[in-house]
């Protein structure tokens, strides 16, 4: 029979593999039982194979032999109590299991979404020790938010969630990074209207790396000509307009202009965070909602074009009506 005694196991160093045992030499109320026992005897042996696998792909080898000598301890204080061995046995079994399935991938960190738009995202911060895990899940779109905290059980390479509101999660490996599904509408799962937390995740500090989203990478303008000349013009507005790329409507140009035009807006906020974008080659024209240092809500009109200056287009003027006729305009030089 293989097996793990906690002797052994406490002054060998903590790369050095677990050794075979001699039920003649059995010391204590445990291991005798185990020795005694068929059926404990068979769980040892799978136990020590599983922990050889486990602690080969472990991340942290030393933390994983310290939980292992913890188990040890719970496993001697059942005595020649079976049932209490046989259920230790079986649970520390699952545990070491899910540890070698996971192969050296680490669940428990911080994950954020992919996502090209800082507007729209989640966050998910999982820990514990597998196949058990803690989560914290929270995921925004625009001014609408949901958060969701619960446990996961990892089984055949899935962690599933699910609550009394008809939401279901499941959390699995995809890559290098995990993958969310979810079953269940937005309400179910503890969040505001549009908002969810399916998706590729990846480790947020990873994440930290990747550039900021602009207003080329957002498809708001389409050249990198149009995004320098939109970040000459706007100046620390350039980021205003960027935080209101949340969702988008069609608007015609009224003007004849032959601009392209597209209007902006925050989810839940979108009579005071929103923005409209004429663009023509080079040539824009642009009217974005802002408070004041009064938190009076203004619309600021930028345009490069000269002509323009003085003159605010008709399809802006009918943007800013349509949201709200007295609102202050400022023509910005």
């Not at 030499?25 to 445990?30: L, M, S, T, V, Y």
Request: charged share 25%.
């Amino acid at each position: 029979m293989r097996r793990l005694p906690a002797l052994l196991l406490l002054a060998l160093p903590l790369l050095a593999h677990a050794a075979g045992f001699d039920c003649r030499k059995a010391a204590g109320a445990a291991e005798k039982t185990i020795c005694a026992d068929a059926t404990l005897s068979k769980l040892d042996a799978e136990l020590s194979g599983a922990w050889q696998k486990a602690r080969a792909v472990a991340a942290d080898p030393a933390a994983a032999t310290r939980r292992q000598r913890a188990w040890l301890a719970l496993r001697d204080a059942c005595g020649d109590n079976k049932e209490c061995l046989r259920s230790a046995y079986r649970e520390r079994l699952q545990a070491l299991q899910a540890t070698a399935d996971a192969g050296g991938f680490r669940w428990q960190q911080e994950w954020q979404r992919e996502s090209a738009n800082r507007s729209v995202g989640s966050q998910l911060v999982l820990s514990g020790e597998l196949p058990a895990l803690h989560f914290v899940l929270s995921a925004w779109n625009g001014a609408n938010t949901g958060v969701l905290e619960g446990d996961l059980a990892l089984r055949d390479g899935v962690a599933s969630y699910r609550n009394g509101s008809g939401c279901r999660l499941d959390v699995r490996r995809h890559g290098d990074g995990l993958r969310v599904d979810q079953h269940g509408d937005s309400g179910g799962c503890g969040a505001g209207m549009g908002v969810d937390y399916a998706g590729d995740y990846r480790p947020a500090a990873e994440q930290a790396g990747r550039p900021a989203a602009d207003l080329l990478s957002l498809g708001v303008l389409d050249t990198p000509a149009q995004n320098e000349a939109a970040r000459a013009l706007l100046g620390k507005d350039y980021d205003t307009l960027v935080d209101d790329v949340n969702m988008q409507g069609e608007v015609d140009d009224l003007d004849g202009l032959g601009a392209a035009v597209g209007s902006y807006f925050v989810r839940g906020i979108a009579n005071t965070n929103a923005a409209i974008v004429m663009r023509k080659d080079a040539e824009l024209w642009i009217g974005l909602l802002v408070f004041d240092a009064g938190n009076a809500l203004r619309m600021r009109y930028y345009t490069n074009v000269p002509a323009w200056k003085d003159r605010i287009p008709k399809t802006i003027q009918a943007w800013h009506d349509n949201n709200d006729k007295s609102i202050p305009i400022d023509r910005m030089p």
